[in-house]
């Protein structure tokens, strides 16, 4: 099944980026505490966001005015999470490939895409925000779970 | 680690159904019960996060050769007891003192190791849990 995948994924785990982060001493743990750090951080903050959407955080303010900045320290930080964690997959990539609790957390952190999509076209707004606490919940869970299961 | 947290990564690691190529405790994988000798030529070496792993094909009493997988800590945590890549190569014999694993697979947690030239260089994943757990940077057990 999707031999072209795999692959693309011993390829890159293969790379010398790869391979580097793999048999380093200290970088890859350097890159996998930036990417707990963040998630617990940017994961938080998201939490805020939902939670004033359903009206249990923040009431008394509006809600542009507690979304507008907190959306921007978000957006950084998914960023910064998008990045060490491909750096964290390109070390591992041949065997994330196969591993059920990696690929179910890339299926939710699709979902968290649509449902960011559908929300800023008009989508309700509660089941948007239950959704994002419940799949950024997910995501983490699915994250620990991807070093107990091959 | 509280007693609640290490039960829950315990459970969790029973739950799961465990294999190789994973970073977690001792006791998600390996039985504390079951001590076992190996000395066996390595066959193939992965100095690899988040866990290394070496081959050893290991002869028993009646001469016939199996292959076995070792599983050490990662790289820096090696390196930092002084064990170096460099330090072991395809060809040479390794004494490996570990845990076999739950699931009875050829596969055991090298928790002492007994290098080429003789040095012996603990082997564990610091803080996993398991015995003579020694966390980075404690002063290596006698021998």
């Known amino acids: 099944m999707l031999s072209w995948l795999l692959a693309a994924c011993q390829w890159l785990a293969a790379t010398p980026l790869g391979t580097g982060i793999r048999e380093s001493d200290n970088l890859f743990s350097v890159i996998e505490t930036i990417h707990v750090l963040d998630i617990a951080g940017t994961a938080g903050v998201i939490a805020i966001v939902d939670l004033r959407l359903l009206g249990m955080l923040f009431s008394q303010s509006e809600v542009p005015e507690v979304l507008s900045p907190l959306v921007k320290v978000a957006w950084f930080g998914f960023a910064l999470m998008a990045a060490s964690g491909l750096l964290l997959f390109g070390a591992e990539a041949a065997d994330l490939y196969a591993n059920p609790a990696f690929r179910w957390k890339m299926l939710a952190i699709i979902a968290l895409g649509l449902n960011q999509w559908i929300f800023h076209t008009g989508g309700p707004r509660v089941l948007a925000a239950v959704l994002s606490l419940g799949l950024w919940l997910t995501v983490i869970v699915l994250g620990r779970a991807i070093a107990y299961v091959s | ?143």
Not at chain 2, 25 to 50: C, H, M, Y
Not at chain 2, 107 to 121: S, Y
Request: proline share 6%.
């Open chain 2, 1 to 143: 680690m509280n007693k609640f947290a290490y039960l829950a990564v315990v459970s969790l690691g029973m739950l799961a159904s465990v294999d190789c190529i994973a970073h977690h405790s001792f006791a998600a994988e390996f039985d504390g019960n079951k001590p076992v000798r190996l000395v066996g030529v390595i066959t193939k070496i992965q100095w690899t996060n988040p866990h290394s792993y070496f081959f050893l094909d290991v002869k028993d009493s009646k001469g016939i050769v199996s292959g076995w997988t070792c599983e050490a800590g990662n790289p820096g945590a090696l390196s930092r007891r002084g064990w170096n890549r460099g330090d072991i190569k395809l060809g040479d014999t390794l004494i490996v003192d570990g845990f076999l694993a739950k699931d009875g697979s050829h596969l055991i947690d090298a928790r002492r190791v007994t290098l080429p030239n003789g040095r012996n260089v603990y082997g564990g994943t610091p803080g996993d849990g398991g015995p003579e757990d020694q966390p980075s940077g404690a002063e290596p057990a006698k021998n």
